[in-house]
């Protein structure tokens, strides 16, 4: 064993020597100068044990290491009260590790730390810090930031200027070229400044943009540009002084300026899936189509070529085949002639079913939901047989404010018939029907089946005509009177109301005296039943068998017929049971002047009574007087004067009346009379 000694402050451990030095002080220093680890496993300092299988614990205050001090791995040099610092190496590596509060702090005037031999270290000396690669110099720290040698590569970047406002700020001490961005030697996107920030692609990032393709540029006046394929004309551009955006021109003179290339060159929007929605494309040099889509298929097309021709102008007008619409919807047709109904032109609603009950419908409505339909115009198919479908137009309107289903009102059938408030053309149904053929049926339950009012003035309220000739009218007359006009020609006639009574009219609906014939001698009415009395100046009654003039008085005896003059009765013919009397009249109170009679003998033998026959009826011969030869001795019992004629020279024949000879007659036998008596009392 080696000896033990007191070693003074620099003494040497010599080889296969175990010193244990206390000093006075309680420091302790340790120093071997040979080629072999001093080991000091077991022993104490200040008491404490040091290695061996118990670790050494305690503090060492002042002392020194001339050589080497091992640690096994995993044997770590703590340091701190809580062994906060630790060294140590674990067998693979080596850990130098800070496992208590506050910071690891690694300081020296100049500070290198190396990896190995590969020349990569990061170096602090002078206020900057550099870090190289193969011992060439990458990054280095400035006063303002940091200065890159050579090309970063990273998977994002975040930049903080440190300005208000400024999120980042690229300054190029180059002329031209300011950043370029590269995945490979030929494919880089490169941002340089020539008149404004200019993006290109596809140029040399190391030699200012050689062969490079300009994609956009940023113009000072904030005005933007992106470009075609090869670099060289604008395409999509933003004027910033109009707000005005150009695709495919570099001078939108609008909003949004879309110009075509070619044709098929627009618009088109498609759904997340890919599907058509709308295009809105050139159709050729100088007309453009609209179509919109509806799960891929085509709905809508509006356009300029061989199947639209259609326009949407200013003020809410819509034109189709008119560039200029005056109305919301104007529909100009073509001028070819229509020789085929439904072949050409118009509105078209087609269905895509021909099933019966189905078709195309108008609907006029305000804002959402049933309720709010008024009305609607419907075809309907009616009948599909192997002929094809025939359909009806139904026109419906709501019936009332709160009604929710709309009720047919009219419809034209496919017979071209017009039924209003009736579904079928029967004259049976109510409603009205004006069918094909021209004929018109109407129909009430309970109210007028017609109604014809003229507003203000009297005139025509109905007028007939037959081949376009008027043929009669029904019109009114002092407000509040019909009539109706049978013959309008010349000379035609009419009637008329008045008060309990119906007047003649002529030819214009003017009521006229003595103008009106009842019948004619060809055509004549067969029975006139009346309740009163019938005025005339003159009737003729005309009959080819039987009595032209029947007189029926129902119960009572009485008169059947009166004779007037000036209002006054002059005679009636009246029944008493079962005999007839004519009567003249004869009351006292009507006559003056009453002297009996004399001479009628005398008289009576003037008469001259004649057998005879009529000129019209020469079979039968008959006892009587001539009318003329009568008129000397009884006048009043003739009417009419001998061989008389009227204006046109036509005979006015002279009439008896053979009841005035009878107070001739009872006057003469009287006096005969009183000759017997006298001649039997002589």
């Known amino acids: 064993m080696s000896k033990i000694s007191e070693l003074s402050d620099g003494g040497v451990i010599q080889g296969g020597d175990t010193l244990i030095a206390v000093r006075s ?10 080629t072999t680890t001093a080991n000091i496993d077991g022993g104490t300092i200040d008491n404490t044990v040091i290695g061996g299988t118990t670790p050494a614990a305690g503090n060492f205050t002042t002392g020194s290491f001339t050589g080497n001090v091992s640690f096994g791995d995993n044997d770590k040099a703590v340091f701190g009260a809580s062994s906060d610092l630790q060294i140590y190496h674990d067998g693979l590596n080596s850990h130098i590790t800070d496992a208590g509060t506050g910071n690891l702090i690694l300081q020296a005037t100049d500070f290198v730390l190396k990896s190995g031999g590969t020349g990569v270290y990061i170096e602090a000396a002078s206020g900057v810090t550099r870090l190289y690669h193969s011992n060439a110099l990458k990054l280095a720290t400035t006063t303002t930031g940091i200065d890159v040698t050579g090309t970063v590569t990273a998977d994002g970047l975040s930049v903080n200027s440190g300005a208000t406002n400024q999120g980042a700020y690229f300054v190029s001490t180059d002329t031209g070229q300011t950043i370029a961005l590269s995945d490979s030697a030929s494919s880089n996107l490169l941002i340089t400044d020539s008149n404004g920030l200019n993006i290109l692609t596809n140029g040399d990032a190391n030699s200012a943009g050689t062969n490079a393709t300009r994609a956009a540029r940023f113009k000072p006046n904030k005005d933007v540009e992106f470009y075609e394929d090869t670099g060289t004309t604008a395409k999509f551009f933003w004027d910033a002084s109009a707000e005005s955006l150009g695709i495919g021109t570099a001078s939108p003179s609008d909003t949004l300026e879309v110009k075509a290339s070619g044709n098929d060159d627009g618009i088109r929007l ?4 890919g599907t058509n929605l709308a295009w809105l494309h050139q159709q050729s040099t100088d007309a453009a189509t609209l179509r919109m889509y509806d799960g891929g298929n085509l709905n809508v097309l509006i356009g300029s070529n061989a199947n639209a021709n259609s326009y949407f102008n200013t003020g809410g007008n819509v034109g189709i ?28 609603l087609k269905s895509d079913s021909s099933t019966i009950g189905n078709g195309g419908e108008i609907t006029w409505q305000a804002g959402a939901g049933n309720s709010e339909r008024w009305c609607a115009i419907s075809g309907h198919i009616v009948s599909n047989d192997a002929s094809g479908a025939r359909g009806d137009l139904v026109f419906a309107t709501k019936p009332t404010s709160s009604a929710t289903t709309l009720t047919e009102a009219m419809r034209i059938d496919s017979s071209g018939n017009l039924l209003v408030g009736k579904t079928s053309s029967g004259i049976g149904v109510t409603g009205t029907s004006i069918l094909s053929n021209g004929q018109m049926l109407v129909t009430a339950d309970a109210d007028n089946p017609v109604d014809f009012n003229r507003q203000t003035t009297d005139g025509v309220i109905a007028l007939f005509r037959k081949d376009g000739t008027t043929v009669g009218s029904i019109q009114s007359r002092s407000g509040d009177v019909t009539t109706m006009v049978f013959d309008p020609r010349s000379n035609g006639s009419g009637i008329t109301g008045t008060t309990n009574g119906l007047l003649p009219t002529n030819q214009a609906g003017t009521p006229t005296n003595d103008y009106v014939d009842l019948g004619s001698d060809t055509n004549k009415f067969k029975s006139l039943h009346l309740s009163g009395i019938i005025y005339g100046v003159q009737q003729t009654l005309t009959r080819d068998s039987g009595a032209p003039l029947e007189l029926n008085r129902t119960t009572n005896d009485g008169e059947l017929v009166y004779f007037k003059q000036g209002g006054i009765v002059r005679g009636s013919i009246s029944i008493s049971g079962s005999t007839t009397s004519y009567n003249t009249t004869s009351d006292y109170r009507l006559k003056e002047n009453v002297v009996a009679m004399s001479g009628a003998t005398e008289r009576l033998k ?22 003329h030869e009568v008129a000397d001795v009884v ?15 036509n005979a006015v024949y002279q009439g008896i009346d053979q009841s005035k000879l009878v107070p001739l007659l009872v006057a003469t036998i009287q006096e005969l009379e009183a000759r017997i008596a006298a001649l039997e009392s002589n």
Do not use: C, H, M
Request: proline residues 4%; glycine residues 16%.
């Open 321 to 348: 085949g008119t560039s200029s619409p005056d109305t919301e919807l104007s529909i100009a047709l073509s001028s070819t002639n229509i020789t085929t109904l439904g072949q050409k032109g118009g509105i078209q």
């Open 270 to 273: 498609q759904s997340s899936g």
């Open 635 to 649: 006048p009043e019992a003739i009417t009419g004067a001998k061989d008389a004629v009227d204006d046109e020279g």
């Open 606 to 627: 003037q008469l001259n009574p004649s057998r005879f026959n009529f000129i019209g009826d020469t079979d039968t011969t008959v006892d009587g007087f001539l009318a």
């Open 25 to 34: 002080g309680g420091n302790v220093k340790v120093t071997y100068g040979g």
